[in-house]
């Protein structure tokens, strides 16, 4: 282990934080039976760990009371978009009856619940049809494990449709140092964790960023990036899951997967010095992963290159691939805005001054702001929207 001077000072030594982390001390237990350990395998025990870990105690994570909240708190226009995706792709397929749709990563089941009522209004037909089944790895269905018992070979076509699910799979982290590029690793020093650079744990990972041709023995001494080699695992078992276990009779349908990331080449580019991993706590950027196992989310922008490699490999081909700004634009975003204003707000128009005017006003904006949220190109507009097809 070199020892990479890498832990803001004092970051992971918050004595508060310490005493009170049970899972800090499985971790640093761990640690002392077995040595350091990748970062990946800390953030899969941070996030995982059965009874401790982030996303498998019970306590309020999305949402504005949690620590985060995703398009689907924003507004019901994401899911009416998602309703109107799914709507094209079950005409696309021949009007499967059932239709499968698999959400994985489902979280409280918030955009279930709202495209199923969307499906009922605007569609009654694909409605009928509609089978839309959630997994959570809260509710023990891992997206990394055999999602298979979710779905059985009853049904022709599918979709399995995820948003941001990908970012919280571990990832191992790469540092260049002296010309070379190492792992880090996650050590105890003094009683606390740490972090440390070693050799790259396996050649996946020493050869990842290599293979998708990224120069980083160009760029300046301390570059870090983050390698989600799960990610490569998740889609393969997803395409294989979309393609039935039946190798004769392999099943048509779409992955949909949004997320925050971007093709290999800019995001692993010479200016992210210190690689995408963010941690939120309370609606806060919070400073430091080795802080708060289990109490804080940890996340890292999806390599999006890695996800249609992987997908053609297992022979699904790219359907599309857009900013969450242009799919909810295609997805008729404006179009419904534009309908409401007409039908529910032309009392702005006639009478702007009168109190029924101005509280219409005051909604109107409101709407319009969670558009613009959901849009906006610095922040979720900037998310990807993938979708592959079989
Ligand atoms: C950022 S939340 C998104 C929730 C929801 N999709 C939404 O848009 O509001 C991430 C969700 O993925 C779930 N998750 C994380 N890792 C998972 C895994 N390996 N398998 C299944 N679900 C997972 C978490 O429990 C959490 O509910």
Known sequence: MIDGNLTPEGAARDPGMQKTSTLQQRILERIRQDGPITF?????MALYEPGYGYY?????????EGDFYTSTDVADFFAH???RQLLQMWEA????EPFMVLEQGSGRGDLATTIRAWTAQESPDMHAALEYRTADINAGLDALQSATKAVDDAFSPMVILSNELVDAFPVHIVQKYEGTLYELYVTEEDGHLSEGLGEPC????????????????????????????????????????????????????FILAIDY?????????????????????QHQLAEHPLLRPGKQDITAHVNFSALIETGRQQGLRLHSFSTQSQWLTTMGIYDELERIRQHDFGIIDQSRSSDQGQIAM?????LRQRVSTLT????MGNFKVLILKR
């Open 40 to 44: 990946a395998d800390y953030m899969r």
């Open 56 to 64: 498998v105690t019970g306590e309020t994570r999305i949402g504005w």
């Open 81 to 83: 978009c998602m309703g």
């Open 93 to 96: 397929l021949g009007k499967p």
């Open 202 to 253: 396996s050649t996946e990972v020493a050869s990842y960023l290599d293979h998708y041709k990224i120069p980083w023995r160009t760029y300046e001494d301390g570059w870090r990036a983050e390698v989600n080699l799960a990610a490569l695992s998740w889609m393969e078992r997803t395409s294989q899951l979309l393609m039935g276990a039946n190798p004769k009779r392999k099943r048509h349908g």
């Open 261 to 281: 990331g971007d093709s290999a080449k800019k995001l692993y580019t010479q200016y992210r010095h210190h690689g995408t991993l963010a941690c939120y706590y």
């Open 362 to 366: 005051f909604r109107w904006y409101n």
């Open 376 to 379: 906006e190109p610095a922040g």
